[in-house]
């Protein structure tokens, strides 16, 4: 009981306090507690703290589905915040770069922002040279979701939705979407998305934090070592538009088949490298069935941090922050230079909806939408 209050105290304390290790609790203690992070579109932002049973905890505001930090033990269980951000709400209103954010309807590019569907051309809002680029003007990035508080507080789990209105962005159909994340005991960040629509409509959901596993602001993820369970990839042309090839990664810089360190041959003189401006490219996953399967693991050796990525999507964007530029002000006043976050974004292939031969990204009306990646953590 000694040992219960302080755990109840920080989590009412919430949003600015981090303390680590209140690993001290019953099934019944709080694991998800509410503080307020301001307003937008005349609605209350709060960030919503979660915490496991094993040290780790991640804070995670409505506005854009947007972990702001996530804290990870390192191998001598000192924790860490390993995901780039922001401290305040006004910040993220005018970054650019999707810092932690859910990203839709549709991650990543769509070329030249149209798309045929039945028959029908859609327009979409351009925001990427002539293309369209995570969800256009406004995503999901840039939305206050709809939380549901009934989720008892002794779980660490938040449970998001949103109403995409018909013909948002473009988007043909009234998009109903849910993201739930969870923290589990075993030190992952769990997250489940779901989708349905009132007409045919392209659809395609991920997770855009910024990892650097030495902590964020400390020092670019060159030495991060990355292994990407994926056979081929689907080079782009210069305005990062999938050409609708899948490339093989053998004998290229894209292989990371076995783990290699981001920074080995990130300036070998390569097209897809010069295209990309680095790796920013969508790897096509080795998939073993329907289920949950490895894509990706990430280690660091200062910190021995590990990141294991799994999931139930086609693909992952591997983005090593080549338009960082050190502009923006993160957390506690750290500046993020160039490639100082990686980011992991499971996914369906980029402008799969002019890429017949690519996985279908289409939803119809009667179909449920649902995928899930898992961020899981351990040490070396
Ligand atoms: C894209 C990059 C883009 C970045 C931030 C990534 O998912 O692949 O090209 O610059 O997001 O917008």
Redesign the pocket.
């Known amino acids: 009981m000694t040992q219960f209050f302080p755990c109840i105290l920080t989590l009412i304390a919430a949003a600015s306090l981090t303390v680590a290790g209140c690993s001290t609790s019953t099934p019944e203690s709080p694991r998800r507690a509410r503080a307020p992070f301001g307003h937008v579109d005349g609605k209350d932002v709060f960030i919503y703290t979660l915490r496991n049973a094993s040290g780790m905890e991640a804070r995670i505001t409505n506005y854009g589905g947007i972990v702001v930090s996530l804290t990870v033990p390192d191998r001598s269980k000192k924790p860490g915040d390993i995901v780039l951000g922001y401290d305040s709400l006004s910040s993220y209103l005018t970054g650019k770069?999707?810092f932690g954010a859910i990203v839709g309807r549709y991650g990543?590019r769509i070329g030249k922002a149209r798309f045929t569907l039945d028959g029908k051309e859609y327009t979409l809002n351009v925001n990427d040279g002539a293309n369209t680029?995570?969800g256009g003007l406004k995503g999901f990035d840039k939305v206050v979701w709809d939380v549901d508080e009934s989720t008892p507080a002794t779980q660490p789990v938040l449970s998001l939705s949103h109403l995409s209105n018909d013909g948002e962005e473009g988007y043909p159909g009234n998009l109903k979407a849910s993201v739930v994340y969870t923290l589990t005991d075993s030190n992952e960040l769990r997250i489940d998305y779901a989708a349905s629509t009132d007409k045919p409509t392209v659809l395609n959901l991920t997770h855009?934090s910024y990892f650097n596993l030495a902590g964020a602001g400390n020092g670019d993820i060159l030495s991060h070592q990355v292994m990407l369970n994926a056979d081929g990839f689907t080079p782009v042309d210069a305005g990062?538009i999938t050409t609708g090839e899948i490339r093989p990664v053998a004998g290229t810089p894209m292989d990371f088949r076995t783990p290699a360190a981001v920074g080995s041959r990130i300036g070998a003189s390569d097209e897809q490298l010069r295209l990309g401006r680095g790796y920013?490219h969508n790897w096509v996953l080795n998939r073993t069935g329907e289920g949950l399967s490895l894509a990706a693991r990430v280690t660091e050796s200062t910190s021995g941090r590990v990141m294991e990525v799994w999931t139930t999507q086609p693909g992952v964007?591997f983005?090593t922050g080549n338009?960082l530029d050190g502009t923006a002000v993160g957390k506690g006043g750290k500046t993020y230079a160039y490639r100082t976050g990686l980011?992991l974004?499971t996914q369906h292939f980029p402008d799969s909806p002019n890429k017949p031969s690519f996985p279908t990204t289409v939803l119809r009306p009667g179909e449920k939408f649902s995928s899930t990646t898992i961020y899981k953590f351990s040490t070396q």
Do not use: G
Request: a negative charge; hydrophobic letters at 25%.
């Open positions: 770069s999707y990543n680029l995570h855009h990062l920013d964007q983005y338009f980011c974004e």
